[in-house]
């Protein structure tokens, strides 16, 4: 059985309407991929039914080789999956302290200051704000609150959504380098965005979903070779 995140004809849908309609993927250990589509592609969906969110209505998620299709959202982060959601999504009434040892509450241990130390080299000015309420921050000091938080888990797979998104062009920049770094330390990505000239950029390989359905797929350099995807996109990201 394969390593890695593997989605295998997945269909998700909420009341009567379908999302996502055969959906299979892979998302390689230690590799950054992505998932790129426009608003109402069915990405956010996507995330949700790998992480049970909501649960797909046939197909399976496996990860590592075993099923996980089914299991509760706890016992998946347990896994070694982290995510870091679309907008954020800070603990604005608390410390950046707080926000950040919440990232770890599931496995809080002796290597936790290490963590943190960890989240400090990468974004030192979370450092300089260890009591600043996070909801005084700007966006883009936010933006790496967020992603500290999720590094505090220790992820194996962290799944980053729309890491673009109301971000000023510097901190877009500074967000996907800080990404690539990320991977370079060993972690595997799953980066989901509509930027796709940036997220092309850092990727290794991804798919490109179109009305729930994945409409193209290869490595970055295909992926910004290919004809419906450089008409789609390039030039509007």
């Keep these: 059985m394969p390593s890695g995140l593997i989605l295998e004809n997945l269909c998700v849908g909420y009341d009567e309407a379908d999302v996502l309609t055969g959906v299979s993927l892979a998302v390689r250990p230690g590799a950054i991929t992505c998932i790129l589509g426009a608003n109402g592609a069915g990405k956010s969906t996507l995330i949700r039914a790998i992480l049970a969110l909501t649960p797909p209505r046939s197909g399976r998620v496996l990860y590592d080789g075993e099923e996980i299709t089914g299991l509760p959202t706890h016992r998946i982060v347990s896994r070694g999956i982290a995510c870091i959601p679309e907008g954020r999504k800070v603990f604005a009434k608390m410390t950046v302290r707080e926000n950040l040892l919440i ?5 809080r ?13 990468t974004f030192p000015r979370l450092k300089e704000r260890l009591d600043q309420l996070a909801g005084t ?12 938080r999720g590094l ?46 940036q997220t092309l950029a850092i990727a290794h390989h991804g798919y490109v979903l179109s009305q729930g359905r994945v409409a193209a797929a290869g490595d970055a350099a295909t992926l910004r070779e290919n004809a419906e995807v450089r008409a789609a996109y390039f030039g509007k990201s």
């Design 137 to 148: 921050m700007s966006g883009g000091e936010q933006a790496m609150l967020s992603i500290g």
């Design 103 to 107: 990232g770890a509450y599931s496995d």
């Design 152 to 197: 505090m888990a220790a992820p194996k797979l962290l799944i980053i959504d729309e890491p673009s998104l109301g971000l000023s062009p510097l901190f877009v920049k500074e967000n996907f380098s800080v990404i690539r770094r990320i991977n370079e330390t060993g972690v595997t990505i799953l980066l989901v965005e509509q930027n796709v000239k």
């Design 109 to 121: 241990n002796a290597a936790t200051e290490a963590r943190l130390d960890g989240v400090f080299d």
